[in-house]
């Protein structure tokens, strides 16, 4: 089966700094997707980014990007400029690539942003 | 405009009744998923409907049953709701292809 880890529980990051979250993940299988999700204190749950895993470039939105280490089953999530509406609770997630996969959430990590 | 709907918002009730959650998408997707978040905030799958055909039955204790009319509605009743049962569910639907998974705003279920 396949897992998840988020091993920081929690950071901090000075407003308008560079902050980077860290997600390991354990598959058999070669093809999947990665995504990291964001969530707010409105719980609503809001899709930061994604990387297939057969592209070997680094998925990239605006101020967030990732480092995404297939061989190391890295996926780590860098934010650049942090804003302090970026304070949330970060998800990693796998999934296969099936078209009904679930997804498999690490325990996340909430992030303070210090004004 | 709301993409995946949950009704209601929140939800607080007594030990021994019976609720349900309604969830509903007008993104023409064809699967749909129940996701449970405990009070720790950890995520996990409960149920996935493609087409409303049951997919995936995560361990989940049979007083939970979802149920889907059609594929853009998947409810989840629960029977005889426990203390344990507290948490915020989750609905979500995928158009498969992507990978990607849309949520909607979660329905917060409190026992007493």
């Known amino acids: 089966a396949q897992t998840v880890t988020q091993s920081q529980p929690e950071m901090s990051v000075q407003e308008a700094e560079t902050v980077t979250l860290s997600c390991t993940y354990d598959t058999s299988e070669s093809d999947y997707y990665l995504f990291w999700y964001k969530q707010p204190p409105s719980r609503q749950m809001i899709l930061v980014i994604r990387?297939?895993?057969?592209?070997?470039q680094n998925a990239t939105e605006n101020r967030f990007s990732v480092n995404f280490q297939k061989a190391a089953k890295s996926f780590s999530l860098k934010i650049s400029d942090s804003q302090l509406g970026d304070a949330a609770m970060y998800f990693c997630a796998y999934r296969g690539m099936g078209g009904s996969e679930k997804l498999v959430f690490g325990k996340g990590t909430k992030l303070t942003v210090n004004p | 405009d709301t993409a995946v709907s949950q009704t209601p918002k929140y939800l607080v009730t007594q030990m021994g009744n019976d609720k349900s959650i309604k969830c509903e998408q007008n993104l023409g997707h064809d699967t749909m998923y129940w996701y449970k978040q405990d009070s720790k905030k950890f995520l996990k799958i409960m149920f996935s409907?493609?087409?409303?055909?049951?997919?995936i039955n995560e361990t989940v204790p049979n007083r939970f049953s979802p149920k889907s009319p059609d594929k853009a509605h998947l409810n989840l009743h629960i029977n005889s709701l426990e203390l344990g049962d507290s948490a915020v569910y989750f609905c979500?639907?995928?158009?498969?292809?992507?990978?990607?998974?849309?949520f909607g705003p979660g329905t917060r279920l409190t026992v007493t």
């Open positions: 990387q297939e895993a057969y592209k070997q």
């Open positions: 409907y493609n087409n409303k055909e049951l997919i």
């Open positions: 979500a639907s995928s158009p498969g292809t992507s990978g990607k998974q849309y």
